[in-house]
């Protein structure tokens, strides 16, 4: 959250992320990461998320207030108002899907976010996409491709051709994130610990890997991506595959990825958070905990707590508060 809070006030459009297997955001696959990156969207601090937001910033922001490059871009996409189509862009869905968002509302606009967020569910639907994101619109642009090129090309669809359109897709929001007059997309992975944990198959977890060094290699998608791991990341990583047999994956790839490391909590620091975990629980359950484990108290349960050596040691010390507080209200 903090991550998020600096790029909106940098000027940067954000989508967060939560992987989860068992969810449905599965990381082996990307037209699930371009569902849940296009449901996560966010251009500023309004609370409102989704492609829209960064649609509808595309298409009202005025000419005026954009830089000489944002012009150019919004031009070339757009084909200066013509709509007929786009070089730019990597991802036809996207001009589609822009196009049709300029040129309407309510239920094709629906239909869109629908489409982006849930991508999977239209994998049937090319001919519904066709007449009521092009066909309609027909008399308002020159649409030189007939329907079954639209078909032939894949044009509504992001699984095939190894998740091609997906990874073309996210791209392209970072394009028009730019073209808005915003300084690009920054995508924020949490909990990508998942991988590990709830992708039984090897293979799985092997793609999983892929697309996160693809984010990396910054080939794939151009604008920035975070993932937030635990400090022994790698060594879990290397461990679950050797369990599984995967002697042949370069385990070197996950140890030359870019990271950075939060600073160490002091002890001073956790103890003013405990204060306030305590201050929460005696709300949360009308209580007085002070009187149950003063400050004092409180200050020698956090050390014994901080002793413990293991990468998720702040965690756990906060768990343990907790329940320090909950056996002393139980007693109460």
């Not at 649609?55 to 000489?68: I, V, Y």
């Not at 032939?152 to 359109?165: I, P, S």
């Not at 799985?204 to 975070?226: E, H, S």
Request: glycine share 8%; hydrophobic share 40%.
């Amino acid at each position: 959250q903090v991550l998020r809070k600096m790029a909106i006030d940098a000027g940067y459009a954000v989508s967060h992320v939560v992987v989860n297997s068992q969810g449905g955001v599965r990381f082996n696959r990307m037209d699930s990461i371009l569902g849940e990156v296009s449901r996560q969207l966010e251009v500023d601090d309004s609370g409102r998320r989704g492609v829209g937001t960064l649609f509808d910033e595309f298409m009202s922001k005025p000419p005026a207030e954009l830089g000489e490059d944002a012009k150019r871009l919004r031009e070339s996409i757009t084909s200066k108002g013509k709509w007929t189509f786009s070089e730019t862009l990597r991802s036809p869905g996207i001009h589609v899907a822009l196009r049709a968002w300029s040129l309407s509302g309510g239920k094709v606009r629906d239909l869109v976010e629908d489409w982006f967020v849930n991508p999977y569910n239209y994998r049937g639907q090319r001919k519904l996409l066709y007449r009521q994101l092009v066909e309609q619109f027909l008399g308002r642009f020159k649409e030189v491709r007939p329907e079954w090129v639209f078909y032939a090309e894949e044009v509504f669809v992001f699984h095939t051709g190894d998740h091609r359109q997906a990874w073309d897709a996210i791209s392209d929001f970072d394009l028009i994130a730019k073209a808005s007059g915003l300084r690009g997309l920054v995508l924020l992975f949490d909990e990508f610990e998942d991988v590990i944990q709830n992708l039984n198959r090897r293979d799985l977890q092997q793609r999983a890997y892929l697309n996160l060094f693809r984010f990396f290699a910054g080939d794939r998608f151009p604008g920035m991506a975070y993932f937030a791991v635990t400090p022994d990341f790698v060594e879990k990583c290397r461990a679950e595959l050797i369990e599984r047999g995967a002697y042949d994956f370069d385990y070197q790839q996950l140890k030359m990825l870019g990271s950075f490391e939060m600073d160490q909590i002091s002890q001073g620091q956790f103890i003013e958070l405990a204060k306030r975990i305590r201050h929460v629980h005696a709300i949360a359950y009308g209580w007085d905990p002070v009187e149950a484990i003063p400050d004092q108290d409180l200050e020698h349960l956090v050390e014994g707590l901080l002793r413990v050596a293991a990468p998720n040691r702040v965690r756990s010390a906060i768990q343990g508060v907790v329940s320090a507080l909950d056996d002393s209200l139980e007693d109460a």
